[in-house]
């Protein structure tokens, strides 16, 4: 799914099987074309691995609302 996928949603619960399941492995199969969007919980995308995977043009960007540390 990672490889053909646009968008990419995270709508699942914060638990010890879910947490960093999106890092750069992940990231890696993605198209540069794709968006990610997580409005579920903090921690479920390494975020250090999302801000590599933006700025290497890895994916073409992100969403956010929550966050591991909220501001």
Known sequence: MLERADFITVHLPKTPET???IGAEQFALM?????????ARGGLIDEQALYTALT???IAGASLDVFTSEP
Do not use: I, L
């Not at 198209?31 to 409005?39: F, G, L, W």
């Open 19 to 21: 947490t960093g399941m």
């Open 31 to 39: 198209k540069p074309t794709a968006y990610v969007v997580n409005v």
């Open 56 to 58: 290497t043009g890895e």
